[in-house]
């Protein structure tokens, strides 16, 4: 038997943002690895005897090194299972999708990348905030807020509308007035 790894987007954390085929081999998988983040609602959509694995990943928590997963994903294929690699939001946004994908593509595994929607641009939207609008933003960057001093915030002032992911911990160190605070945005949206 072969095995395949399903590099899944979850989306935003909820079944109505799933794309069909994410819904699809969430209900078919053999081994599901996990990130700490997924919800779950999504969990129950796995058949009863599908095996779950749970790396980790959420911020300031324990959990195991990226090459420890890269090679889980490697032993599960060369197994012959059909294993979805579930991960928050999208695979290719802040993601360490590329590594897992290397360690796959060395051992000769077969692999599909499935997209899902990111915070990046679910969070906006679901808050009435347009990313990009014809008069406010013809623009806009998506940086991680895991290191702020490796970003030119020069550059990064220059940009119509920013979107921080990551920044739960960090976020008193952004510039104060880039921010929506709980007064709202500090620009007109509408």
């Not at 195991?64 to 939001?89: C, F, H, T, W, Y």
């Not at 906006?124 to 014809?134: C, H």
């Not at 920013?162 to 160190?173: A, E, K, N, S």
Request: hydrophobic share 45%; net charge neutral; glycine share 10%.
């Amino acid at each position: 038997m072969i095995g395949k790894v399903y590099i899944v987007g979850a989306g935003p954390g909820t079944v109505d943002y799933l794309t069909v085929r994410a819904y699809q081999l969430l209900q078919t998988a053999e081994v599901l690895v996990h990130d700490a983040l997924v919800s779950a609602e999504l969990l129950d959509l796995l058949p009863p005897s599908c095996d779950r694995v749970n790396v980790g990943k959420r911020g300031g928590q324990p959990s195991p090194a990226q090459a420890e997963i890269d090679q889980i994903l490697v032993n599960l294929s060369q197994q012959g299972k059909q294993v979805v690699r579930l991960k928050s939001g999208d695979p290719f946004i802040f993601g360490r999708s590329t590594s897992e994908i290397q360690a796959l593509k060395a051992a000769g595994c077969g692999f599909e990348v499935v997209p899902g929607i990111s915070s990046a641009l679910a969070a906006p939207l679901l808050a009435g905030i347009p990313l990009t609008d014809p008069v406010l933003s013809s623009q806009f960057v998506v940086l991680t807020a895991h290191d702020l001093d490796l970003h030119n915030w020069e550059a990064m002032a220059r940009m119509a509308t920013l979107v921080v992911l990551m920044g739960g911990d960090r976020w008193q160190r952004l510039p104060n007035d880039w921010c929506i605070g709980a007064s709202g945005p500090k620009r007109p949206w509408r």
